[in-house]
């Protein structure tokens, strides 16, 4: 289930600088994780494939980092509130979703959330799959 909240009256780059704004007041908060400190992490490996997966306490609040290329995702357990550029979405478990290249999320998370990930690639080497999936600023990816 998925409920699509009623769209800000902003440009989609206006949300993305809001949501980079709302990143580093997350930043200031004394003891804030980021990167993948945040929450514990499985890695799994198939044929041409890396599945991520992150398990989210409830009342966690975190962004995502920017993602390069489009992708599906999958949340397994909880519920979540979710801020793109596209605007704000309150998700429940079971979703399937594609997440789209230029994608940076804000979450907060209602309920213990699992998040589940995949993305095509041959390399195993978490470093590599990052730089190949994850870019470091918007000007990487299209609007």
């Known amino acids: 289930m998925t409920e699509v909240m ?4 902003i440009s989609p780059a206006e949300l993305r600088e809001s949501i980079l704004d709302i990143e580093q007041k ?8 980021f990167g993948d400190d ?5 890695h799994t490996f198939a044929d041409g494939l890396y599945i991520r997966t992150i398990r989210m306490p409830k009342g966690m609040l975190l962004t995502s980092k920017i993602h ?12 979540v509130s979710v801020l793109t ?8 478990a079971p ?4 997440t789209k290249a230029g994608t940076k999320r804000v979450l907060y998370i209602h309920e213990d959330t699992v998040w589940i ?20 600023t918007f000007n990487e990816v299209p609007l």
Do not use: C, Q, S
């Not at 550029?85 to 429940?92: A, H, L, P, Q, V």
């Open 6 to 9: 009623e769209r800000p009256d």
């Open 26 to 33: 997350i930043a200031a908060i004394p003891g804030a994780l």
């Open 38 to 42: 945040v929450a514990p992490l499985l």
């Open 68 to 79: 390069k290329t489009n992708h599906p995702y999958f949340v397994m357990e909880g519920e």
């Open 85 to 92: 550029d596209e605007g704000e979405t309150r998700i429940k």
């Open 95 to 98: 979703y399937a979703g594609i």
């Open 117 to 136: 990930t995949v993305h095509a690639t041959d390399k195993t080497d978490l470093a590599e799959i990052e730089d190949e999936i994850i870019a470091t």
